[in-house]
């Protein structure tokens, strides 16, 4: 029912919606998931969802690629992971209803009870299905890259949660970045689409209505 503030995670996210509709956001954009569509969240990129329809049911499956792949050192992590996980230019990857059977995989990859016998492997072989399947749907020519600023902003943003109760100033939140604050107004600019006073503003209202939510004052 709730919007869910920039975050980002190590771990690859990958998804169906079953009821309703979602929003996504990254920095490079919004894509719309309606019900039946799914998608995949590359692992460290910053992003927030906010539900289009009062009653919106995700599924969510986040995951070390490990668990697919091996050891980091292997041939198949570093031929069929290494290339994505570190591709900056792949943030989202929406599955749409064009491609019917991969929806179909996804979706029954959460059917799987994790009382069944061997619950782990059914899921790892579920997940390396669906993985293969969307190998050819990605950009070609992929090429390993680090994204410096993408670090520095997800720095300050971790400071901005653990000093969001006290009287921080953009300066503040720009040191945390070892930036500048026109460089701080840049990269909130260009990664959250919004200025760090405002995400200051929004981090204070998500806390608040948890409190409220809790039953705490």
Known sequence: RYD???????????????????????????????????????????????PQESHTVQLLHIFNPVLLSGQREGLIYQKYFSPILSAPQIELLPITRDHV???????????????????????????????????????????????????????MMLYVWEHYQEDIRTADVAAAGYVCQRECYRLFHQFLHTTPAEYIRSCRLHAACRMLAEGRS
């Open 4 to 50: 869910v503030l920039w975050h980002w995670h190590k771990s690859v996210e990958l998804f169906y919606i079953e009821e309703g509709t979602l929003e996504y956001e990254t920095p490079q954009g919004r894509v719309i998931c309606p019900a039946g569509t799914g998608g995949l969240v590359n692992a460290g990129v910053l992003h927030t969802t906010r």
């Open 101 to 155: 059977d991969t929806l179909e995989k996804l979706r029954a990859s959460f059917r799987i009870p994790p009382c069944a016998p061997a619950y782990e492997l059914q899921l790892r072989e579920s997940l390396t299905s669906i993985w293969l399947d969307l190998l050819p749907l990605l950009p070609s020519g992929l090429e390993p890259g680090e994204e410096l600023s993408s670090e520095r902003i997800k720095e």
